[in-house]
């Protein structure tokens, strides 16, 4: 995983400086956001899975990890949340 793809995977697990422990698994976007092709980057490389909803705004797909790519935006002392990632 590039960097920011690394940055993205820990916002989309809600990890960031005082919360080292996951408290959730998505990122929305959709063609046109600035984010959408390192997320369509994370699927190919199965770091990543996507799913329409119709809750979603049209185009737009929610994107949530595999296990392989959480545990790759984990830093030290980061746990996932033992709930979520059985």
């Not at 408290?23 to 994370?42: I, K, L, Q, S, T």
Request: hydrophobic share 40%; aromatic share 10%.
């Amino acid at each position: 995983m590039t960097p920011r793809q690394i940055e993205l995977a820990r916002h989309a697990l809600g990890l960031r400086p005082g919360t080292l422990v996951s408290y959730r698994n998505n990122f929305c976007a959709g063609p046109g956001h600035d984010d959408f092709e390192e997320w369509e980057a994370m699927v190919a490389a199965g770091f990543a899975r996507k799913r329409s909803s119709a809750f979603l705004p049209p185009g737009d797909v929610l994107f949530h990890l595999t296990r392989a790519g959480a545990e790759r935006a984990l830093l030290p002392g980061d746990v996932l949340d033992p709930e979520d990632w059985k």
